[in-house]
């Protein structure tokens, strides 16, 4: 922070219709911030990176690079989230999304549309997909849900896939066979979005906690990085928009 006191003085006067008046110095005070940045050389030179200081500058820049390996980690996820990792040009890939298309179509329909003939397990497990893969009625679509509901729905989707392949298996299959899989393959893919999303989330917090120690404040005054993003895309007294 730098507070500067500027000065200025006329000696000539100020000219009127009564000739030139004498004037006086007239002073204002200002207040900004500047950013210095040293090398580390300099840093040391000026004392600046003792009891500690240049280990904990060091962590800020591993938590940083660990922050950055993640969300690379997080796109590759949502990229495979989305199908954008299958190729076009290639016939098993294209009849792959067409698959996930289906699934995603017949678990996106009204609940009360499913067919008559489906039992109260079929139904129950088709239910739990819809959960796990926010295609149910929750509205947060299953990005807010903690840790433990999300092991919880991951769960009940693996027996629901279980259930599944069991009646295929007995010769009462309930959907298409490729349809199981592409079912199987989407859960697969939100799992790995899910662990993408919560690895960045700890590198995020991490890496704050990283600059509050660089800085000299204690742990419980970390920033939460992500609380932060969360406030910024989500302003309180408005809509809330992005989970």
Known sequence: PMDALLVAHDPGGRGGPFGRTRTHPRGVTASTEAEVWLTRGQAERYGLLGDGAAERWDAVVEAKEAAQEREKALFDALDRHLGLDRD???DQDRAEGAHAREA????????????ADWDGPVRGAVAALRRHLGLGAAPDQGWSRGQDAVQA???RAEEALALLRE??????PVLPREVVAALGDLVARRDGLHAALTGQRAALDGLGRALAAAWGRPPEQAPSLQ????AALNPEGGRRRVH
């Open 88 to 90: 076009p040009r290639s």
């Open 104 to 115: 995603l179509d017949l678990l996106g329909l009204d609940p009360a549309l499913d067919p």
């Open 153 to 155: 729905d991951r769960e």
């Open 167 to 172: 009646r295929e298996a007995a010769g009462t």
């Open 227 to 230: 609380a932060a993003f969360d």
